[in-house]
């Protein structure tokens, strides 16, 4: 059985419906009508321990339910999941002890609390033996610079700080599998590289599987192998990144140095999106032609002194998913 099992799963939420003007919401009222809102629709996946996988989708796609219950805060409408052999809302005591959460937008640290009483806090909350909280706080302080605000109340640290302090706290007790929502938001570039830095080092030496649902695809790009594409409660796509890449990402680019002054440079095979002096970008469709056919149709025509070949950007790639979905549901049906 893979660690983490999804099946055929769904969440319905009824929202009553809406009528114009007074008299007709009092008659909504009485008649109490409502329309039923597929938020996840007949989902299916599987995920081995050690995983580090990117859940993305547009706002209200469906990730947010997805995620609340696989962490039994919700009950299916219908289907099933499992989460290390544990259903997350029948065991939800034995299942949250095996978990960590992040999330970017709230934390889960005593606010008015140093950031040190938060951690003992939570090694009581967790019954973490004093030794193993020792050693892990010292793992996590080396790893992240905890040590210069242990003292400093929660309220009173930076957004990098406290995102810091979330990440470690959500790992104190040593969960299998960590739910990442917007883990650098807001943050400058290096807060983010250290945090990315800490999400993939704690993946590969403790085999920590963790679930990234982020609107920062830089974050997809540094961290994720395994991506899940999710739009109006259904999953789109799941795979690796460099099969998205080749499955809706058409076009490729090539970047030349020539080794000379070429006043024409123009080539059958492909056309040119940007020059600057001696350095040309090539835009080829994967489809019709392959980077090694173009080289070599370069290579007999000019003497060149560097190249490298470049892969469309996974937003770009995923905002034509979103762009092509969106121009099929405004298409009317001919029937």
Not at 84 to 107: A, E, K, N, S
Not at 178 to 189: A, C, K, R, Y
């Amino acid at each position: 059985m893979a660690f983490i099992e999804v099946n055929a799963l769904c969440k319905t939420f009824k929202v009553a419906a809406h009528r114009r003007g007074f008299w007709g919401a009092v008659r909504g009222l009485a008649s109490r009508q409502h329309t039923l809102i597929k938020a996840v629709d007949d989902i299916s996946f599987s995920l081995d321990r050690g995983e580090l996988v990117g859940y993305l989708g547009p706002n209200g796609a469906g990730k947010s339910t997805t995620i609340k219950m696989l962490t039994g805060i919700l009950v299916p409408s219908r289907g099933s999941l499992s989460v290390d052999g544990l259903v997350p809302w029948w065991q939800r005591t034995q299942h949250t002890r095996r978990i960590g959460v992040v999330f970017g937008q709230r934390t889960g640290l005593w606010w008015d609390l140093p950031v040190v009483e938060s951690f003992d806090l939570l090694r009581y909350i967790y019954k973490i033996p004093s030794q193993r909280f020792r050693e892990n706080l010292k793992r996590f302080d080396d790893m992240l610079a905890l040590g210069s605000f242990f003292n400093t109340p929660v309220r009173s640290i930076s957004l990098g700080q406290r995102m810091r302090a979330d990440l470690a706290a959500a790992l104190l007790h040593d969960p299998q599998v960590v739910f990442l929502d917007e883990p650098t938001i807001g943050l400058d570039v290096v807060a983010k590289d250290r945090i990315r830095s800490f999400i993939k080092a704690l993946n590969k030496t403790a085999g920590v599987t963790f679930i990234l649902t982020t609107h920062d695809l830089g974050d997809v790009e540094k961290l994720c192998q395994r991506v899940m594409l999710i739009d109006r409660g259904k999953l789109l796509f799941d795979g690796p990144l460099a099969q998205l890449h080749r499955r809706f990402g058409a076009d490729r680019e090539l970047v030349v140095d020539f080794a000379e002054d070429y006043a024409k440079v123009d080539i059958d095979l492909a056309s040119i999106s940007a020059r600057a002096n001696r350095q040309v970008t090539y835009r080829f469709t994967r489809e019709t032609v392959s980077a090694s056919d173009l080289i070599q149709a370069l290579a007999q025509r000019f003497k060149i002194a560097d190249l490298t070949v470049r892969e469309p950007e996974v937003e770009n790639t995923i905002r034509r998913i979103y762009e092509e979905r969106l121009l099929d549901a405004q298409t009317p049906s001919n029937t």
